[in-house]
């Protein structure tokens, strides 16, 4: 080992420079710190559930809204009656859903639905072939009860089970071309009535912002139609229906916002 003996005057300023270097980066390494200490966007979003969060809470306020559309282009497509010989359908769906909370973790909710289906394209039906259009719109409105139970301890996931009594009414109308001169018109009435139940899934992906996933899995359906061919021919046909089994068909997604869901203290 090699030792130096440095004179007093040079270890005084050496101690200077050194003491110096300190108080310049402590600072900088306690920013350093801090920043360490900060939490990424992840950790403060998640951070906002954790305290006072309470979306299914009393008196607490829900507005949701689904929307579904399907474009499709057929060609040769087989089906029970007919084959589709080149066609094109295109369907929408739209639910505006409100509730209110009337205890912990129970809603009172009301939705309001309305679509359209539109189908044009050829058509055969043994022996002949033809031009079909068709046009329905309707609506329905569904009051209904929900019971949400959390799945995590901040309640930001969670699964909900839904009972609801739909009432619809939808018209259609049905155009049908022959040999170019042998037209049908076929007007008919609709009326739905649907008992069901509908569970799903909630999570918060942002503050009181929810994405949901629902579906029907058990429902009793009666349905009326009232048709109508060249203003002539009159139909009236009434169907019950009743289902238990997961329609991934039937598969709904949506947004929601809950208000109340953040307690806010000042």
């Known amino acids: 080992m090699m030792l130096y003996n440095i004179p007093y005057s040079k270890s005084k300023g050496l101690f200077s420079i050194l003491l110096l270097l300190t108080i310049v980066t402590n600072p900088v390494l306690a920013q350093q710190k801090d920043q360490d200490e900060k939490y990424t966007p992840y950790e403060l979003l998640s951070s906002y559930y954790n305290k006072d969060f309470k979306p299914f809470g009393k008196r607490n306020v829900y507005i949701g809204l689904s929307f579904s559309l399907e474009d499709r282009n057929l060609s040769n497509t087989d089906f029970l009656l007919q084959r589709v010989i080149d066609g094109e359908r295109l369907d929408y769906n739209i639910v505006l859903k409100s509730g209110y909370y009337t205890g912990n973790y129970g809603m009172v909710g009301l939705n309001v639905n309305y679509y359209q289906s539109k189908f044009d394209g050829d058509v055969f039906r043994d022996p002949d072939t ?8 309707g609506f329905a409105i569904t009051p209904n009860f929900r019971s949400s ?3 995590t301890n901040n309640e930001r996931l969670s699964f909900f089970t839904e009972l609801g009594f739909t009432i619809g009414r939808s018209n259609s109308l049905t155009r049908e071309t022959m040999n170019l001169d042998e037209i049908n018109k ?4 609709d009326y739905n009535f649907r008992l ?14 929810a ?5 029907d899995v058990l429902g009793y359906e009666l349905k009326i139609e009232e048709k109508t061919t060249n203003n002539e021919d009159s139909s009236r046909e009434l169907r019950q229906n009743v289902d238990f089994n997961i329609n991934l068909l039937s598969l709904r997604f949506g947004l929601a916002y809950y208000f109340g869901a953040k307690n806010i203290k000042n």
């Open 196 to 209: 069901g139940l509908s569970p799903g899934i909630t999570f918060f992906v942002m503050e009181a912002f």
């Open 211 to 215: 994405f949901e996933v629902q579906l």
């Open 130 to 137: 033809l031009r079909s259009n068709r046009i329905t719109r």
């Open 186 to 189: 076929i007007y008919s009435t």
């Open 149 to 151: 139970v959390p799945l």
